[in-house]
């Protein structure tokens, strides 16, 4: 999410204190089937639920859940991640294998000066700086081998560290695979009238008909309430919740049309699939766009219109709609998005496979196109790798081997 020496579109670049590097609102990254797109996201996401649920979810003697390289199992997996936390440069990483966390670092930059806040290796006492006030002794005792330090912190209301942890557990937001239902986002919009006022206010930009939306109170039936109270008190007794945090959600969405001149309600189930996919998508980024935050989406153009993605690509690069630096990092195939003049040439990346397998993740700026460049013609014609290998003459010769 660093600029590069490029001139496209200069209002687009942030200069947050805390960096002398610019920083960029949007990064989109292309690649052929297989070539390891989701896995950026899905490394993302991986990364944030370690520093959300180690500690407190995951079991004391079971194996991490981890998912290494196939072509060499046996090493670790490292996780790092640079950010911005009220003007100062944070570097907080980790390194797993499947037993235990091999090695854990958080870096300070105040003043652009490192402190190293915390060193963690494997059965060595972890080093802490003095800078890091808190009750660091204490916490490491509680932290086991299989469950990463800063999650065990901010569990135990280590004031200094849950900032950095709130980043990963509140600031990242993923939609990956199928599109979730928007059931649930609309029924938290509700609580928020500035959430809602976006909202809707993004619906009625996308020409999709809807004007508006409503939350009401769903009916559920007398045999459907005991389940959901039963479920409550399982899930509460089984992960220590309080009542508040698992309070089912019991509301309807409306999205109002206007037809002629009425205005008529449709439920979820009535709207289409371009019009979900694109619903799904409005609930992270109308919160990240209000509060700030990063939204990694698999497959924006999954169901959604090329007009429509690149209007949510403008949300986030115009300063007049992104007034907190959200950010939004997505995968694609849609080449229209390389030719609408909405993506600096320094926002473009790309995954290719290499012969052993592994996924190489590089920049376009890497090539140093030109300003002008078609660069949806110069992705398509493999001037920049990142695409599938066609074999015309293996396609026809199985055509006629099956006939």
């Known amino acids: ?41 899905l490394a993302m996401q991986f990364m944030s639920g370690a520093v959300k649920y180690s500690h407190a979810r995951w079991e004391p003697d079971a194996a991490i859940e981890l998912e290494p390289f196939a072509g060499d199992s046996d090493s670790p997996t490292t996780f790092s991640a640079d950010i911005l936390l009220a003007g100062v440069r944070h570097q907080y990483g980790f390194s797993l294998s499947r037993d235990a966390v091999i090695e854990e670092w958080l870096f300070a930059y105040p003043l652009g000066k490192k402190q190293t806040w915390f060193a963690r290796e494997k059965d060595k006492p972890i080093s802490f700086s003095t800078k890091l006030q808190g009750d660091n002794r204490v916490i490491e005792r509680l932290t086991r081998p299989n469950s990463l330090f800063l999650s065990a912190a901010a569990q135990n209301n280590h004031e200094t560290l849950t900032p950095v942890y709130r980043w990963f557990s509140q600031s990242l937001s993923f939609v990956i695979g199928e599109r979730a239902s928007t059931m649930r986002a609309g029924s938290s919009l509700y609580r928020n009238i500035e959430l809602q006022r976006r909202f809707v206010q993004l619906l009625s ?39 508040d945090s698992i309070e089912p959600e019991n509301h309807e969405v409306e999205f109002m049309h206007r037809i002629g001149s009425s205005t008529i309600p449709f439920l979820e189930d009535q709207e289409s699939k371009g019009t979900i996919a694109y619903l799904c998508l409005l609930d992270p980024v109308v919160r990240a766009l209000t509060n700030g935050g990063v939204v990694c989406v698999d497959e924006l153009d999954d169901s959604l219109h090329p007009l429509l993605a690149i209007e949510l690509i403008r949300q986030f690069n115009d300063m007049r709609n992104n007034s907190t630096s959200a950010q939004l990092i997505f995968n694609t195939h849609d080449t229209n998005l390389l030719s609408a003049g909405v993506l600096r040439r320094d926002q473009i990346w790309f995954t ?4 052993d397998g592994a996924s190489q993740l590089y920049p376009l700026t890497d090539f140093k196109p030109r300003r002008q460049e078609n660069l949806e013609n110069g992705y398509l014609q493999g001037r920049y790798g990142a695409i599938p290998f066609l074999n015309p003459d293996c396609l026809l010769k199985a055509g006629h081997e099956e006939k």
Do not use: Q
């Open 1 to 41: 999410m660093i600029a590069g020496s490029v001139g496209d579109r200069p209002d687009i670049v942030r200069h947050p204190s805390g960096t002398e590097e610019g920083v960029l609102p949007v990064a989109a990254i292309y690649g052929a089937n297989a070539s390891g797109k989701t896995n950026v996201i």
């Open 205 to 243: 930009s996308a020409d999709l008909g809807i004007t508006g939306l409503k939350v009401r109170e769903a009916v559920m039936p007398d045999g459907a309430k005991e389940f959901a109270s039963k479920l409550k008190e399982l899930i509460r007794a089984e992960f220590k919740l309080d009542d």
């Open 352 to 355: 290719e496979k290499r012969t």
